[in-house]
């Protein structure tokens, strides 16, 4: 919008006026003197006081422009009497803004609260009158006097403030101050029945635009009312029908946790549909669980709610405690340790994806996972296959829930409370140190430049599955075979990646094709003249061999059941190759006979 041409000249003139106008007077008495001397004041400055730079009065300026410029651009000074004003609630507001500053800032909001509670006391005796002002006090939700508005709108419970707090929400949900909206969120509970019908309207908007504001969401559902519950039920229904339209910006245990407050038990049926759907995290599990839960009997949920917590108290406390020495640098970690859980990969835990192809959201084992820091920011890599359970495509990423999930395991690690994720940013290939994230260029750029090295192509197949590029890792493997097909890991690698996509995604000949190089395997086997590149453990190839013909159903020779080095006494792990040659581990073969 343009300027006004006269805006600053006339501020300029009514300052100098009103100081002329008003230096010797005396003080008005009342409301009524004072509205008198304002009138007068006017009526000075309008028709009878010249301004300096145009030597004419507002009145005759505004006579010669009339019809060509609007009222509003000349400097003609309109007075109305405001019949609501109150000076003593202009101080109290002046009082609550104390604080806003960098002093005020330092204070910790107990300390702030109680200098400034006689000011929130005498506001709060203005009630409705109150409100204009303490609206106003919300535009800045940077600042004290902001958090104070929304505690005594809160008290206030004025119809009024409802549109005001909404558009506070819409505004800083998403920004720094997201944490004062819970102010903002409790101030539209307490209002009650009155901010049902905007609340709904505002939120069906939203999600039309498949947006959805939490804060919103929580005041609207903490409230018991029939349209709520209907509204509720109706997204549920929709949710369970297409949960695919509300992907990326709702969560489904936020909005189902205040069914308990509609106390309504018809709700249980559709909330156990909901709890069997595949497609939600682990975590959303528990959330739905625990709501089903307390709608059936509240007081036993309340009852073992607290003798879990009485159960762990202590241990969460000591805990907890332990994390903040570690953050404050006061208690050293036990690195060995640490490092151990972190390559113990958990078994049990799933991460919850979704298919970027086909959209579907699904949980999938991760085996161990790498927690990988680049220049992008923190991404993480998976020990076994990532691949979409309904279209077979291998484009899929965390949700943003099993994000947060990773990133609490990897810090429950430091407190030696969980295991699975090992951090990584470099490895080392052909002797250099390369950044993880830069790895398959490296590689793809040496195959270029010795394009006959079968070596090359395995070690490529190897960390394109570190990437979950399997049908590439496939196609390096099979490039390996047929420039050195004394290399075994190529047909090794291959095998586990077939003989796991039948076994765990239930894949249609994904068995036949492990079989098929299982055979390859042991005719290579048989000459006992092969290559054992990026194999560590000599003994690997007989102990794969024993665990794999066993999942696939392949009969292996007794001719490859020898030992190892029967001549030769050597100190072997529980976990490493029995050395009779069966192929399996140590503490489950002769380790028990012995």
């Known amino acids: 919008m343009e300027k006004p041409k006269y805006l600053s000249q006339a501020q300029k ?159 800083n949900e998403y920004g720094d101050y997201w944490d004062v909206c819970e102010d903002a969120s409790n101030a539209l509970i307490a209002i009650g029945e009155q901010s049902i019908k905007p609340l709904l309207m505002e939120i069906k908007k939203n999600f039309s635009n498949k947006t959805d504001y939490g804060f919103l969401t929580d005041a609207l559902t903490g409230m018991k009312d029939d349209r709520v519950y209907n509204f509720m039920k109706v997204v549920l229904e929709d949710y369970i029908e297409d949960y695919k339209k509300y992907d990326g910006w709702f969560d489904i245990d936020s909005f189902v946790y205040n069914f308990d407050k509609q106390r309504n038990e018809e709700i249980i049926p559709l909330l156990e549909k909901l709890l069997i759907m595949d497609q939600l995290s682990n975590t959303e599990k528990r959330e739905i669980k625990d709501t ?140 250099n140190v390369i950044r993880y994230s830069e790895s398959y260029d490296y590689i793809l750029k040496r195959i270029r430049e010795e394009s006959e090295n079968g070596e090359l192509y395995l070690r490529g197949g190897n960390i394109a599955r570190k990437f979950n590029k399997y049908d590439e890792s496939i196609e390096l493997y099979k490039e390996a075979i047929e420039l050195n097909p004394k290399l075994i890991s190529s047909y090794i690698n291959l095998i586990e990646i077939y003989e796991y996509r039948h076994r765990y995604y239930k894949i249609k000949d994904a068995k036949k094709i492990a079989v098929f190089y299982f055979n390859k395997m042991l005719d290579l086997f048989r000459t006992q003249d092969y290559d054992t590149s990026t194999i560590r453990n000599k003994y690997f190839v007989v102990q794969f061999m024993g665990e794999l013909s066993e999942s696939l159903g392949v009969d292996v020779p007794e001719l490859f059941k020898i030992p190892l080095n029967p001549n030769k006494k050597i100190k072997i792990g529980k976990n490493d190759p029995c050395s009779c040659g069966s192929g399996k581990k140590y503490k489950k073969c002769c380790l028990e006979k012995e």
């Open 13 to 171: 003139e009514f300052d100098m006026a009103w100081k002329e106008f008003f230096r010797d007077r005396d003080k008005p008495e009342n409301d009524d003197e004072e509205k008198k001397q304002m009138e007068k004041f006017i009526h000075w400055y309008n028709d009878v006081r010249k301004q300096s730079d145009t030597g004419k009065t507002p009145a005759q300026m505004y006579k010669e422009i009339y019809g060509i410029e609007s009222k509003d651009e000349t400097r003609i000074m309109n007075f109305e009497w405001d019949e609501d004003y109150d000076e003593e609630l202009l101080v109290f507001i002046e009082e609550l803004k104390e604080y806003d500053n960098v002093d005020g800032y330092k204070l910790n909001y107990e300390t702030v609260r109680k200098k400034l509670e006689p000011t929130i006391d005498n506001i709060l005796k203005k009630r409705e009158k109150a409100l204009d002002l303490l609206h106003d006090l919300l535009e800045n939700e940077a600042i004290w006097s902001c958090l104070f508005a929304l505690e005594i709108i809160k008290e206030i419970k004025s119809e009024k403030s409802v549109p005001y707090l909404i558009e506070f929400i819409k505004k």
């Open 292 to 431: 089903i839960e307390i709608i059936k009997n509240p007081s036993m949920f309340q009852k073992n709610i607290k003798k879990e917590f009485e159960k762990d108290d202590k241990t969460l406390f000591a805990r907890f405690n332990n994390f903040l020495e570690i953050l404050a640098g006061n208690k050293k970690i036990d690195r060995e340790d640490v490092l151990e859980r972190s390559n113990e990969r958990d078994e049990e835990f799933e991460g919850n994806f979704i298919c970027k192809e086909c959209k579907n959201r699904q949980n999938i084992k991760t085996g161990l996972i790498w927690s990988i820091d680049d220049k992008k920011g923190k991404k993480y890599a998976f020990e076994y296959e990532i691949m979409c359970k309904y279209c077979h495509s291998n484009n899929l990423e965390l949700s943003k829930r099993s994000s947060i999930e990773v990133n609490d395991k990897e810090l429950r690690i430091i407190t030696g409370d969980d295991k699975g994720i090992l951090p990584i940013e470099k490895i080392t290939i052909e002797g």
